[in-house]
């Protein structure tokens, strides 16, 4: 391979030189293009068009970049929907998954990233089943197994989870997955359609670069659109929302997914920022961020008290997590020189590699500087 | 009074003097400021500072913006979040209203924004209540009454409901009421703390101008706080979000309203917007606004088939409501004639004035073009 296929990617992002950059991971850099089309949005749309760019485009934004967002994931048209926030879109996604169930527990992948085992712990609670932590590794399942909820990237390990695999343990049992893409949206190819996957959420502000807290997105496939229902039930996602009828009739499709007026700012900065997608091939980003993280753990492997957390093999995201016994104060240390990772107490550091604007300098840039601060 | 106390304050606004702008009701006008600071927003804070701007403001601008917020509607600070969709808070508020209740019914205000009713429907179809839409006039509250919910300005006639004897009917009878504010904030000064309102939401789309689809606010009174527990237990909410904890411990204060990551482009574009207010005393925009809506109403009173829905005395927000037979028609003649407004279906016509940026020419204008088409 060519070691840098999408080198000239680089120059899409509004990018400081002096920066490494290594929290993509948590805040994705902003594409160039998201300024001027903010502004174009404050300005034109809102400032002039006023209430007429409701239908204008508005409206249905949300299901037009939710469609934006499914061709990443693999998602056919008119599955996926941009709305609420990662947190929202999982408790649609389990209440409507456990709905009417007659098994009697909800699993969920024990190392989960909080919000979504606190999201579970709630639906749990709401529908009176049981929940049970368990090892992605010995899952357990069992045909009182109403649905399993797990990340395809862990955020502390880095380590992706078999997505194939898993889909069909569960299956074979009879329970529904609901997948947390969070961190492999925009990492690598995911085939949610040809899985039959059953549900999806993820958020757009990590790898996608949607901006600071951009809406989320919730995957229903066609087939499961008929029995979804969620508790949520706002009015956008009415059959007839002008109507303004008295009772709920949810929309046939995917949009019976959405709540509340969509959040058209960040909703039209996250369009923008996914324009740099039409130019790239998610292969190429998986085979860069492969080699960019085998790089810096190749550079760091061996450097004094550092232990790494993220597999050596493929079967891990774009995100190197080292332990070490004092991460907060070398994670400090590390962005005041302006190499910026992030720390996860207690003793992880993180180092997010976007394939899209990340090079090889910035890995051996922040190795060295590792390396010198040890 | 002085005919326009607020004349000066439209300069704040970019709104082109060729159209007269009816619709703040539905989505309020862009301050000037907004547009630039959303660029600072996109190239400084999150391309320049990136993930470093969560611990420089980010994090806590919920409850900043919230406590902006909450002057405007009499309540102290630390008591107003800003965050989600005002469908997603009337859930938690509902949710949370009802919980641990021995009693069985909900009553909604039967001429409700839908989007109330569904979910106060969905609340009580998750809670086991009965759920019972009845007459503002006639509540007939019972203790057997957990929650009452209430719009503040009805939406399709703009009519006031008065909120002091409505928030003591509740409370004679021992039920929470909860208040959907979302169009009468920044309307007319509201008294939530001196009133003992149990909780509230509101949208800042509207008259305060937050933008379109920004995020909406939540309104839980320090007594009550303790006492909130609602379902979405997202991790922004949780008392030390950041120690990743396994398990769900409710922020002491409002935050545990909060539920997933804040979408910062809309919520500073928000701050932004609210800087007008700074600059204005509420009992001015509410004796111009019964001023503008009382001339209009005035003046297309005795148009030919015009019906005025919206109350002649003060019991109104700042809305004028018109039935007409041929009311989708006429709207698209004005609208085409630079007259914005809206429509509701079947009959009604909107006209929204918002005393900040609103004249009394724009009335004339709007009364003029409307008997022309007549």
Same mark, same amino acid.
């Given at each position: ?154 955020? #502390?390990?880095? #380590? /992706? ?83 303004? @009828? ?32 039409? @130019? ?11 080699? /960019? ?25 774009? @995100? ?55």
């Amino acid at each position: 391979m060519n070691r840098d296929p999408l080198a000239h990617v680089r120059d899409l992002f509004d990018l400081d030189d002096d920066v490494v950059y290594l929290d993509g991971n948590s805040l994705g850099a902003p594409p160039k293009n998201v300024a001027e089309r903010v502004q174009e949005v404050v300005k034109h749309q809102w400032g002039s068009r006023l209430i007429r760019s409701w239908s204008e485009g508005w409206w249905e934004a949300p299901e037009r970049v939710g469609n934006r967002v499914g061709r990443l994931v693999g998602a056919a048209a008119g599955q996926v929907v941009v709305c609420d926030s990662t947190s929202v879109n999982l408790f649609k996604a389990l209440m409507a998954a456990v709905r009417s169930t007659d098994r009697s527990e909800i699993v969920v992948d024990a190392g989960t990233f909080p919000t979504d085992g606190y999201i579970a712990q709630s639906v749990a609670e709401l529908t009176g089943l049981a929940l049970r932590p368990a090892d992605p590794d010995r899952l357990d399942l069992r045909d009182t197994t109403a649905a399993v909820l797990l990340n395809h990237v862990d955020y #502390r390990t880095g #380590r /992706l989870l078999d997505m194939a695999a898993l889909t069909e343990q569960a299956h074979a049992v009879g329970a529904k997955v609901v997948w947390d893409l969070c961190h492999s949206a925009g990492v690598l190819p995911i085939e949610l359609d040809a899985l039959g996957v059953d549900l999806a959420v993820g958020c757009t502000y990590k790898f996608l670069n949607g901006g600071p807290g951009s809406p989320a997105f919730i995957y229903v496939p066609t087939r499961a659109q008929q029995g979804f229902h969620q508790p949520l039930t706002g009015w956008t996602g009415h059959q007839v929302p002008f109507a303004m @009828q008295p009772d709920y009739t949810p929309d046939p499709g995917v949009s019976r997914a959405r709540v509340g007026t969509p959040d058209i700012l960040s909703m039209l900065a996250l369009d923008a920022a996914l324009d740099v997608w039409d @130019q790239v091939d998610l292969q190429d980003v998986r085979a860069k961020g492969l080699a /960019l993280t085998g790089h810096f753990m190749d550079l760091v492997r061996d450097l004094p008290g550092i232990e790494v957390l993220t597999p050596a093999d493929e079967w891990r995201g774009h @995100q190197v997590s080292l332990r070490h016994v004092r991460a907060g104060a070398l994670m400090d240390a590390l962005i005041e020189r302006n190499i910026i990772g992030d720390f996860r107490a207690p003793d992880v550091l993180r180092f997010g590699f976007a394939p899209l604007y990340n090079t090889f300098e910035d890995a051996d840039r922040a190795a060295t500087t590792l390396k010198e601060l040890l």
